[in-house]
Each structure stands twice: as C-alpha cells, then as structure tokens.
C-alpha cells in the first residue's frame, strides 16, 4: 500500500481502546461546567428573543419585517442560504471523506453531522416564516385538494426546495442517529448510573455489537452515504435555482449551482473549524482532534477559497464581457462600487483572501488564528448571501422600482433567535451526546500505528 | 425465555480474535455469536455473515423514482393540465430535479425500516449481554455447549489466546 507521511498520527497520546471510551465519554458523567451553564443562559435569552420575533412575525404578518415590493427577499432568505451552507458541512465531511477514504475524518464527523442537523433546522424556520400563514404550509404538499389549482407546480424551485430541504433533514439526522447507535450502546455497557443505563439503553436500539448487526449497520450506512452524496450536491444546487431561474440581474448566470455547492461547503467547513477548536480546548479532546486534522481542515479551506475567489472573478468578468448594462450595473456599479461597496468588498476579502493567510504552516498551527479565520469566513459567507440577494433585488431594471432595504427589530431577533438555537443544540450535543464516533475511532486504531 | 449455557472467550485484540475464528471454523465448532467494538470485515466474512440491504435499496431506487415520474405526469398532464406561463404541462426537466430528490427520500426511508425490521432493533428494546465490554475495548465469541464436549471448546478458547474463558447462561 502506499505510505506517506503527509499526515501525523491519527490519535496521539499512546491510547488504547479502552481509553477512547473512557475519554469520549467523561464530558458525559461529569457534571456541567459554569461555562457551560453561562452559555446555556445566553442561548436561552437569545432563543426567547427569537421566539417572540417569530410570534410577532406570525401574529402580525411579514410587515413587520423590512421588506418590501421590491425588494421582497430580506434577511430571511440571506439567513437561510447561510444556514443551509453551514449545513452542509457534516455531510460533506462524512460522505465526501468516507469515499475518498480520509480515516482522519472518524473524529470530526460526528460533530460536523450534529451540526448539520441544527443548521438545517434553522435554515427551515426561515422560508416557512417567509410564506407569511404559516399554518398553510402543508400546501406546498402534493395531495388532491379542493382549493384549485388541484397540484403544485413542479416547475417551481420553491417546491424543489421544500422537497430537498425535507430529504436533506431526514437523512443527515438519520445517517447522525445511526452512526450513534454503537456508541449509545458503549455509553449503555459503561455506565454506573441507572438513569443513564436505562436512557441510553432506550436510545441503543438494543444494540450488542454482533456480526450480523455489524453488516447490516455498514451496509445501511454505505445506503445512506452513497445517496446523500448526491443530495449534497443537490441540495445547495435547488437552494440555487430559487435565484438562477429568475430574471433579475446578478441572478440568471449558469455559474450559480456550482458555486453555491461550493460556498455552503465553505462555510460548513470553516464552521466545523470553530467548532473543532472550541471542543478541543474545553473538553481536552486534543489526542483525537490533533494539529494534523485542524491543519487537515485548513487546507481544504485554502482550496475552496481559490474556488471561491474564481468564482467571484468569474461572475464580474463574464457581466462584462457579455456586454449586458443590467449585469455590468448591477456587479460594476452596484457591488464593487455604489451603495453596497462595503458589503462586497467584505465578502471578497474575507472569503478569497483572508483564507489565503493559510498557506502559511505557522498559521495553521496557530489555534487563535485558525478560530478567527474561521469566524471570519462564516461572516464572509453572510456577506456574499447578503450581496445576492440584497444588491440585485434594491435595484433592477427599471430605476422607478427601486428601493432601499434595511431589516427590522423583529427581523435581526428571528437571525438571533436561530443563533440561539443552533448553540443551545451545539451545548447540548457537548454534554448528552459521545462527541467523538467511538466506534470508528476504534476501527482506525490499528492504522495509528505507522504514520498516516 | 429459555436460558442455555454458553462458554464465553473474550480477546483483548482483533488480531488473535481472527485467528481464534478461524480455528474454530477449522475445527468445526460453531461459534455462536462475536460481539466486537467495531466491525471487523475478516470476521464477518469468516462468519459468512451478508447483507442484501444494498439490493433492497437499488430496488427501492427504482421503485421511488418510477412511481414519482408516473405521480407528475398523471397530476401535471393528464389529471388537471395548467398553464405556467407558457410552459409546456409535460415539463420533463423541472420532473428530473423533484425525481432525483424525492427517489434519494424514498431510499433514505424505506432502508431505514428495511434495516429495524430485519436487524430488529428498535427505541426500548430489551437485549441480554454477553459481555458489556465487547462494546467497549473487549471482543466477546461466544460458543454454545449444549450437547458438546465442554473441555475441548475451552480449550480451543485458550490455546487462540483469550485472555478470559468462563461459562454463562443467555
């Protein structure tokens, strides 16, 4: 086989099988740190800010936010694209990694998977509260009604995405849930106390670890990888077409799938990053997640980064070579300068070119500096959601529709409130859930012996 | 339920363990059940263990992607034709994209109850453990000894290098 010493060991610290369990699940039977009690508060705040800006936004209606006839997507659709990337960084992690067989992925991907399920769910929140009657959202389901039309339109990328949204929920909690069942089981086996016992035992499925259920179980998980590598794709793809199959300026560019794919993948990854240092440094996780993975994760952002700065130079140079005046004001004069220069320069900045910082070895081994990079380029990708949706909407083609667009109180509550959920389904995950995948952790093991 | 005795070899690594099964192939003595940490591929084909939970799902496959080309094209063409904007009411490509989707849901969930129905595990349920290390860092093998010669299964236990031997009723 062929042998390289690219990458260091993928567990360090001399541990045995046993030690793996013993440490995954420690943050499990201790009890819950002041950090985590103060972060938990905040998160409760945030998420009670957000529900009552979710209840003003149903009981009154979509007037509450700053939306308008023109610019009819506000921050509701920003926040959403930007969710549904995040949440593309557990599938991709697992699936992606899983085929090009990166054994380093086994102590990220359960992190990055529930990370994916609570990003997914925040992006939901987001079109649903944008139909304005909630209470008609089971509409967009296909099912014979008497309302007339008597289907839903199958040409419209709404429905696409309500259908992709729905899958990719299901199977990345599915794929989340199964690969957790073993180490539910462990937690089940290990345990002293009865409560626990009998919770996770609840939850192991009655798992015993037996050959037949080994099989079953790869397979399944082989099932569920194989076609959510597709959904991946897909997902953020359809999430694409909701702007490219419209007629608006800075929109109807073929280059909008691939980039979008792209950029959700961007931003899962740089929040895997954040959330990898985070794990690390307050649970002392360092064996499993080494410098060699973080540096791992740091050069695939530089990758995606150059793809992303290739594709920002490819949407200005293609408005102004297909000599269109809408496309070249809306990237000429509308983004790199006029009104939104801020919010373009920013997005250009801190995804093409802040990441470039990467490329120095000093810096992917500097943990505060990997953090800020990260947290950067998740503000990056807001900004380049914000650029879309916001600068191609306020001015269009006709000058005496334009109009400006700032969000409301009510509107930045519902972005907060997701930001509440999101931590407080992240804080949870840290104290109720094996934050490493045992069971694949163990299988590489006997790979740590050489150098990887 | 009835209990039966059993002899159970636990082995602290999985390099002895394959060993100790196929020893025990060779020799004829059917081993019950290896409960181990992790999957281990020479095990399950020496136990001759297989899945056709992948075949299943490619069936689903085109179950799922038939049965939704044939739903759009009855709804949208045949059951209440409408006009969106000019397009054609048989608007293969926009069918594509909600086939490719709602194929990948239908696999997703018809493999997910294939696999509780046939592995038989579901929330709550009550299992009787051999070992609790075998999901820890022990792999368990458990041999039956009803109507064996007991001695010769310990034996075979130790000399494949298990570091513990002992008897249990399951």
């Given at each position: 086989m062929y042998k390289t010493e690219v990458r260091g060991l993928l567990i360090e610290g001399g541990k045995n099988l046993g030690d793996v369990t013993t440490d995954v699940i420690r943050p499990l039977e201790l009890k819950a740190a002041p950090w985590w009690k103060i972060a938990l508060m905040i998160t409760i705040i945030m998420c009670i800010w957000g529900v009552y800006s979710i209840y003003e936004t149903v009981t009154v209606g979509i007037g509450t936010w700053g939306v308008n006839n023109t610019v009819g997507w506000g921050w509701a659709i920003i926040n959403f694209v930007w969710w549904i990337g995040i949440g593309h960084a557990g599938t991709a992690f697992s699936i992606f990694l899983l085929i090009l067989r990166q054994k380093w992925r086994t102590s990220i991907n359960r992190a990055a998977e529930a990370m994916t399920v609570v990003a997914v769910m925040c992006a939901a929140i987001f079109p649903a509260l944008h139909m304005g009657r909630i209470w008609n959202f089971y509409f967009i389901i296909p099912y014979p009604n008497t309302r007339g039309p008597l289907w839903v339109n199958y040409n419209s990328p709404l429905f696409w995405d309500f259908l992709a949204i729905s899958a990719y929920l299901l199977i990345s909690a599915s794929f989340w849930y199964l690969g957790m069942i073993p180490d539910f089981a462990t937690i089940r086996d290990k345990t002293t106390s009865r409560i626990k016992k009998a919770i996770y035992g609840f939850f192991s499925m009655g798992w015993v670890g037996s050959?037949?259920?080994?099989?079953?179980?790869?397979?399944?998980?082989?099932?569920?990888?194989?076609?959510?590598?597709?959904?991946?794709?897909?997902?953020?793809?359809?999430?694409?077409?909701?702007f490219a199959v419209s007629v608006e300026p800075g929109w109807h560019t073929t280059i909008f799938p691939p980039y979008f794919v792209v950029g959700a993948i961007f931003s899962g990854f740089a929040m895997v990053m954040t959330l990898m240092i985070i794990i690390r440094k307050l649970y002392h996780l360092e064996p499993y997640i080494t410098?060699?993975?973080?540096?791992?994760?740091?050069?695939?952002?530089?990758?995606?980064?150059?793809?992303?700065?290739?594709?920002?130079?490819?949407?200005?140079?293609?408005?102004?070579?297909?000599?269109?005046?809408?496309?070249?004001?809306?990237?000429?004069?509308?983004?790199?300068t006029g009104d939104f220069t801020m919010q373009f320069w920013a997005m250009f900045i801190f995804n093409a070119l802040v990441p470039q910082l990467l490329w120095i070895k000093k810096i992917r081994k500097n943990l505060a500096a990997l953090f800020i990079i990260s947290i950067i380029i998740n503000i990056g990708m807001w900004f380049e959601r914000f650029n879309i949706v916001i600068t191609s909407l306020s001015k269009d083609y006709?000058?005496?529709?334009?109009a400006p667009y700032s969000p409301t109180v009510t509107e930045i509550g519902v972005y907060v409130g997701t930001i509440?959920?999101?931590?407080?389904?992240?804080?949870?995950?840290?104290?109720?859930?094996?934050?490493?995948?045992?069971?694949?952790?163990?299988a590489v093991m006997k790979f740590n012996k050489t150098k990887q | 339920m009835e209990k039966h005795p059993y002899i159970i070899g636990v082995y602290d690594d999985e390099e002895p363990l394959i060993k100790a099964a196929q020893a025990f192939k060779e020799k004829g003595v059917h081993v019950q059940e290896i409960f181990t940490p992790y999957p281990i591929h020479e095990i399950i084909s020496i136990q001759g263990e297989t899945s056709k939970l992948t075949v299943a799902a490619y069936i689903y496959g085109w179950i799922g992607a038939l049965s939704i080309l044939a739903f759009m094209y009855y709804t949208a063409v045949i059951d209440w034709p409408l006009n969106y904007g000019g397009k054609p009411v048989n608007s293969f490509p926009s069918f594509i994209l909600v086939t490719l989707v709602f194929t990948i849901f239908f696999v997703t969930i018809m493999s997910l109850t294939t696999f509780v129905f046939r592995a038989r595990l579901f929330p709550g349920k009550q299992v009787q453990i051999a070992d609790p290390r075998a999901t820890d860092d022990k792999f368990v093998m458990i041999c039956s000894i009803s109507g064996k010669d007991k001695n010769e299964i310990e034996d075979l236990f130790k000399q494949t290098g298990a570091i513990e031997v002992y008897e249990k009723e399951l």
């Open positions: 050959q037949k259920e080994w099989i079953r179980f790869e397979s399944l998980a082989f099932i569920l990888g194989g076609i959510a590598a597709v959904l991946v794709v897909s997902v953020h793809s359809i999430v694409s077409t909701d410098n060699s993975h973080l540096n791992a994760i740091a050069k695939i952002l530089i990758f995606i980064s150059l793809i992303m700065g290739t594709a920002y130079l490819t949407e200005i140079f293609i408005a102004w070579y297909s000599g269109n005046e809408f496309e070249i004001f809306t990237f000429f004069h509308n983004r790199i006709l000058p005496a529709n334009w509440g959920i999101f931590a407080l389904g992240v804080l949870l995950f840290f104290k109720y859930v094996p934050m490493i995948a045992m069971s694949e952790v163990k | -």
